[in-house]
Nanobody, 118 residues
């Protein structure tokens, strides 16, 4: 069975940092495009950052320069390093895995809460 498990969320003050992890199992990780999406209260889920199976990255304008997405295929894990956090970053952050070239929506994790105070 496919599992995507996010971790690393929590409560942090404005200006602080967090690193999120997404551990994948049940898929050939290196063949999947990966991404972080977030959903703030009362808002639609939106793109945060993606990283393709080949390592190409893409960032939403709102996080560009502050967040860094990466992956370690040997560990079947994707990361999101979040720096200079502000209250607008408060959201549930979800991990997504989509097979390269697939038209399917892909798989989703359960989400991890990030709360930025003040």
């Amino acid at each position: 069975q496919v599992q995507l498990v996010e971790s690393g969320g929590g409560l942090v003050q404005a200006g602080g940092s967090l690193r999120l992890s997404c551990a994948a199992s049940g898929i050939t990780f290196s063949m999947y495009d990966m991404g972080w999406y977030r959903q703030a209260p009362g808002k639609q889920r939106e793109l945060g950052a993606t990283i393709s199976s080949g390592g190409r990255t893409n960032y939403a304008d709102s996080v560009k320069g502050r967040f860094t997405i990466s992956r370690d295929n040997a560990k079947n894990t994707m990361y999101l390093q979040m720096n200079s956090l502000n209250p607008e970053d408060t959201a549930v952050y979800y991990c997504n895995a989509k097979l390269r070239g697939s038209t399917r929506s892909g798989y989703w994790g359960q989400g991890t809460q990030v709360t930025v105070s003040s």
